[in-house]
T-cell receptor, first 111, second 113 residues
Framework: GQQVMQIPQYQHVQEGEDFTTYCNSS?????IQWYKQRPGGHPVFLIQ?????EVKKQKRLTFQFGEAKKNSSLHITATQTTDVGTYFC???????????FGKGTRLSVIA | KAGVTQTPRYLIKTRGQQVTLSCSPI?????VSWYQQTPGQGLQFLFE???????NKGNFPGRFSGRQFSNSRSEMNVSTLELGDSALYLC????????????FGPGTRLTVL
């Protein structure tokens, strides 16, 4: 079945450093979504990418969808302590098939 | 708008028992999906309901079932609980069928002893 791999599993950074998490799918995706889950919280939707090669920015966060629509990345510039949490990617093969989540990247930010 | 609510928030059961979890979606949302979250397996899809119909089911045994009511509230049931069913059960609602932006509830933490 469809698999979504996410790396790294953990990342510890000093506040102010950049952070990137990568997501790779075994199959071509219809769209990819990114979620953030704070410790003890629930996943919160960040963004959805649908076009090949798409790049979207939200303040210090940059999201990319690969040309082949099989990989994606989330880059955070100049991390802050408020960025702490686990970042999940989730992809779907077609609009009516369930989201498959990566296992997430847990980000720790050291002040 | 009020967010997705789930009850109960915490539950402790013993092996062999059954449990029912409840989810109230955001007002106006007719799609409700359920996910199981564990440290080892991450977030895994259980099922999705839209307008009282199950549209998709994940790869879970038949002990896991669900339903949706006419007011879009949803319940999931797990019968004959096993230790491995201990997890955070999350429900998410969406304003459309399919897997667009998912609004997650706070989850129900189920512990099976």
């Amino acid at each position: 079945g469809q698999q979504v791999m996410q790396i790294p599993q953990y990342q510890h950074v000093q506040e102010g450093e950049d952070f990137t998490t990568y997501c790779n799918s075994s199959t071509t995706l219809s769209n990819i979504q990114w979620y953030k889950q704070r410790p003890g919280g629930h996943p919160v939707f960040l963004i959805q990418l649908v076009k090949s090669g798409e790049v979207k920015k939200q303040k210090r966060l940059t999201f990319q969808f690969g040309e082949a629509k099989k990989n994606s990345s989330l880059h955070i510039t100049a991390t802050q302590t408020t960025d702490v949490g686990t970042y999940f990617c989730a992809g779907t093969v077609r609009g009516n098939t369930p989201l498959v989540f990566g296992k997430g990247t847990r980000l720790s930010v050291i002040a | 708008k009020a967010g997705v609510t789930q009850t109960p928030r915490y539950l402790i059961k013993t092996r062999g028992q059954q449990v029912t979890l409840s989810c109230s979606p955001i007002s106006g949302h007719r799609s409700v999906s359920w996910y199981q979250q564990t440290p080892g397996q991450g977030l895994q899809f259980l099922f999705e309901y839209f307008s009282e119909t199950q549209r998709n089911k994940g790869n879970f045994p038949g002990r896991f079932s669900g339903r949706q009511f006419s007011n879009s509230r949803s319940e999931m049931n797990v019968s004959t609980l096993e230790l491995g069913d201990s997890a955070l059960y999350l429900c998410a609602s969406s304003d459309r069928a399919g897997y667009n932006e998912q609004f997650f509830g706070p989850g129900t933490r189920l512990t099976v002893l």
